[in-house]
Each structure stands twice: as C-alpha cells, then as structure tokens.
C-alpha cells in the first residue's frame, strides 16, 4: 500500500461547483496532515493543515477520519483559480519528514 | 508576508560536475529541508536539517548529496558528481516547528545533460 495515496483525476467541474477529493494514509501512527496545492511547474504552497476535529477556512473544509486513515478535502463554490494540483501531505513521526501524496488535479471551467 | 528563496532558478550543469543550489529560508525558522520533484512524479524528501546538523535523510540522499548553513542565512544543497536521474525540481523549505506547516521555495530546475 502507498504511504500517502490519492485519485489523480482530473476532475473537471464547472464554475460554482463544490467537488470533494479523498486521500488515505498507510501509518497509522501519523499525527500531522495538510493540504497543499500545487500549480504546474511551481512550488507547493500550503492550503490548510488539517485537525483530527475537522477545519474550515472560507470555502475550503478539511477533515480527518483516524479510524479509516483517510483525509477529504471539500471545495464549494469553485472558482476558476482553483484549478491546480492538490497534494495530500503527511508526516508521520511528527519530524518534518512530509510524505506526498501524488496530487489530484483540478479543473474549473467556466 | 516572509517567504523561502532559492537561487537559481534553472541550473544546466554537465553530467559528473558539482552543483550547488542555495536557499535562503524564513528569517525565524529553525528547520530546513530539500525536497526534489521529477517531472511528472510526486514531491519527494531528501533532508531535514536543525541546529547544524541532519536530522532526517531519505534513502535518495546518498553519498553524493550534502548540505550545508554556511552563515547565519544560507542553506546549500551540494549534489557532487551529477547524474543524469538527478535532473528535477529541488524545492528548499523551512518550518519554525518541525511538526508546524513547511513553507516552500519556488525551487531550482536541475537539469543534467
């Protein structure tokens, strides 16, 4: 099983969508996980970390199920910047050492 | 709002030869990492690095690879006889926890003819 394993996509939506992305993780030990997105041939740039509680930021919502070792990432009302790569991220021993996922692309269409 | 720089943005380099990539990170971070990406793959880990020292290394960062803070702001990855599977993305990034989100640099393209 992949450490960090994720649906690449493309998941091509229209303009005020809401779309959902899954990832799942294999250690289940980990204890820090984050979105980050990624455009094409730039840096990953971080979108949110994410809580064992679930988080909100504007209309991104992130989720955590420790249980299933599964992590969702929920955009509403998507906008046509929000095309990109998103990247699952975790670190499992809590040292920094990020795990990625390989990225699930996404695009908006007008 | 503080970011990571990298230095250069695109470095070509002959197989067999040296590279340097420098990296300058967040002024009050106190963790530093490289990452490389190869076209198409996914974002891989190569080293962490606090209070002088490696903490962490992946299995990539051999005996080729080293780092370096030569001064107070600098971080250096030093790849010393290229090869051409070392051609990719070197992204630098630092944290001010190791277990707080890590911030990136717009990376230097390597590429090794």
């Known amino acids: 099983r992949k450490e960090v394993e994720q649906d690449p996509g493309p998941f091509n939506v229209p303009e005020g969508a809401t779309v959902a992305f899954n990832c799942t993780y294999s250690?289940?030990?980990?204890?820090?996980f984050f979105w980050y997105r990624q455009d094409c041939r730039k840096e990953p740039k971080l979108l949110m970390s994410?809580?064992?509680s679930g988080n909100e930021d504007g209309r991104f919502t992130a989720q955590l199920n420790r249980a299933s070792q599964y992590i969702s990432l929920l955009i509403r009302d998507s906008k046509l910047s929000d095309s990109a790569t998103y990247l699952c991220?975790?670190?499992?021993?809590?040292?920094?050492?990020?795990?990625f996922g390989q990225g699930t692309t996404l695009q908006v269409k007008p | 709002e503080p970011e990571v720089t990298q230095t250069p943005s695109h470095q070509v380099t002959q197989m067999g030869q040296e590279v340097i990539l420098r990296c300058v990170p967040i002024?009050?971070?106190?963790?530093f990492y490289w990452y490389r990406q190869i076209l198409g793959q996914k974002v891989e880990f190569l080293v962490s690095?606090?209070?002088?020292?490696?903490?962490?290394k992946s299995e990539i960062f051999d005996d080729q690879f080293s780092v370096e803070r030569p001064d107070g702001s600098n971080f250096t990855l030093k790849i010393r006889s290229t090869k051409l599977e070392d051609s990719a993305m070197y992204f630098c990034?630092?944290?001010?926890?190791?277990?707080?989100?890590?911030?990136f640099g717009d990376g230097t393209r390597l590429s090794i003819l």
């Open positions: 002024s009050n971070h106190l963790y």
């Open positions: 994410v809580y064992s």
């Open positions: 991220v975790v670190d499992p021993g809590n040292t920094g050492k990020l795990i």
């Open positions: 990034a630092s944290s001010v926890q190791s277990n707080q989100p890590q911030h």
């Open positions: 250690n289940s030990a980990s204890q820090s």
């Open positions: 690095f606090y209070n002088n020292e490696i903490s962490e």
